[in-house]
């Protein structure tokens, strides 16, 4: 010992000392006897001063083998995302198996008031939502509960929902999940969520029976329509502000198979799809279907890629999907399947490991519009085609139907603000795609170019609305205000109550906030 100089020695002592304290708790099933009073006063301070160190230092002797460091390989596998601009540089990654382990680790991170950030799925674009560089990254990767029950599937929050529907089709389940592979279950739910079975059902948000959550104090508590009911619908779509949601259960429906697949089209029919898109937001009343109208700029071309769907699995396009059917495809992959079998197609062309930047605007469905904002998203992007190393960007137009938004209603509402007085509204995602760190600076400043003019052409023409879908949003972007001031008093409430030592605001850095 005498060869280790002071600072480490004290280190040492003091991890050991706070170590032995907690794993006696720990053996008596007891971590609600671990609280920042009841931990000896010089353990305490020490533990705030040495901070991320210390801290992993202290989860590694509590959790063996479920705490991993750079030079290890489980780091780079817990390290890894969607989107290479989400890798960050966490001092340890700590994997926990259960809610108990969620909980102790919590309470260690507050007491030690060290930084710490939540992955789910990874399949996230912005910096520092998911990860961090300063302390800890609790990965969910092995929060995998899968367990059908009557009327419902509880789901661990490390799942990806090509894992869940595998599951659920085996037994002619299915639930209002993601909509491709790779998606995890967290972000998904916890951001709102869009389905294929949305217009029939709401939200995936507003199909939850209830959360498991773990606050900022380490208790683990349920969230449902008749436990903390306010919890309850403060975390239908506001991200991390509460607490980290370890498992979802959500309402399972019959399925025995779905009709789905892609349609390609040249650019000389974009005129008319933008009318037939138009028509289907406004139209539309077979809410068993479902319709993702996708525009690619690529290198020397553009194409439209639409993805279109039926809970029926029918033999024929229904007659709401017939308009596009009527419009050239040159590829056509339609056919009957299933959950699993529609999000491993959507998400076969999704390249993992590019840089990505998504940004969200919504509009009142209108064909005109619609052009317009295309017309802006092609000049200003199809210079970098050209100039940019595997750039490739895409905007989507999402119709939000009046069916789906009344669906949410009717299982209780959420806190994103949607009404349909405007008229049908159209959630447009601009996804960008390029591969060298060196063009984030350029691509990211055409991509705010397109979204200021196309936002500023719609608050023209009276076809603007505030609300910003948060799964496919820029940092920049004001998402809770965007629910509007009802909403945002409700989370603040739900704040105050549930989180008062404003422990996902103060530790936990990124995501949207609520603005307090």
């Not at 945002?488 to 996902?504: G, I, S």
Request: aromatic share 12%; proline share 3%; net charge negative.
């Amino acid at each position: 010992m005498h060869l280790l100089g002071k600072s480490v020695r004290s280190t040492l002592f003091i991890a050991g000392g706070l170590l032995a304290y907690i794993t006696a708790a720990a053996e008596t099933l007891d971590s609600a006897a671990i609280t920042a009073a009841s931990i000896p006063t010089e353990i305490s301070a020490s533990v705030s001063s040495y901070g991320n160190i210390l801290t992993c230092a202290i989860l590694t002797g509590l959790f063996w083998g479920k705490v991993a460091y750079p030079s290890s390989t489980s780091y780079g596998e817990e390290n890894a995302y969607w989107s290479a601009t989400a890798i960050l540089s966490p001092t340890c990654i700590f994997t926990p198996t259960s809610a108990t382990d969620v909980s102790l680790a919590v309470k260690i991170l507050t007491l030690s008031k060290v930084e710490f950030a939540i992955r789910g799925g990874g399949h996230t674009a912005n910096a520092g939502w998911a990860n961090t560089n300063k302390g800890v990254l609790i990965s969910l990767s092995e929060l995998k509960t899968l367990n059908a029950k009557s009327g419902y599937v509880e789901v661990g929050a490390g799942l990806h929902w090509d894992e869940v529907y595998e599951y659920l089709d085996a037994r002619q389940l299915s639930v209002v999940g993601g909509r491709m592979t790779g998606v995890g279950v967290s972000g998904y739910l916890l951001g709102g969520g869009i389905s294929y079975i949305s217009n029939e059902r709401g939200f995936g948000c507003d199909n939850v029976k209830n959360y498991e959550v773990v606050l900022g104090d380490g208790r683990i508590v349920s969230a449902n329509a008749q436990t903390n009911p306010g919890l309850f619908k403060a975390l239908k779509g506001s991200t991390n502000n509460f607490g980290i949601v370890t498992r979802f259960d959500l309402y399972t429906y019959a399925s025995a198979g779905v009709y789905a697949g892609s349609l390609y089209y040249l650019e000389s029919s974009f005129d008319e799809l933008f009318d037939a898109t138009a028509a289907y937001a406004v139209n539309n009343t077979d809410i068993k279907t479902h319709v993702i109208p996708a525009f690619v700029s690529l290198p020397g071309y553009n194409v439209a890629a639409y993805y279109v769907f039926s809970s029926d699995p029918v033999t024929s396009p229904p007659a709401a999907l017939e308009p596009f059917f009527d419009i050239p495809a040159f590829t056509d992959t339609t056919r009957i399947t299933n959950f699993t079998g529609a999000t491993e197609e959507l998400g076969a062309g999704d390249v993992y490991g590019m840089r990505h930047y998504l940004q969200a605007l919504t509009i009142v469905a209108d064909a005109s519009l619609y052009k317009d904002i295309y017309a802006i998203f092609k000049a200003l992007n199809s210079p970098l085609t050209t100039t940019i190393t595997g750039f490739q960007a895409s905007v989507a137009y999402q119709p939000l139907s009046a069916s789906m938004i009344a669906a949410g209603a009717v299982r209780g509402g959420n806190v994103l603000g949607l009404d349909d007085s405007q008229g049908v509204l159209t959630c447009l995602n601009f996804n960008y795609r390029w591969t060298n760190t060196t063009d984030d600076v350029t691509v990211k400043a055409v991509a705010a170019k397109v979204i200021d003019q196309a936002r500023e052409l719609a608050k023209g023409r009276g076809l603007f609305n505030p609300y910003i879908y948060l799964n496919y949003a820029d940092p920049d972007a004001e998402v809770i205000e965007g629910y509007g001031a009802a909403n945002v008093k409700t989370l603040q409430a739900a704040k105050k109550k549930w989180d008062p030592e404003n422990v996902f605001s103060k530790l936990v850095k990124g995501g949207f906030k609520v603005p307090m």
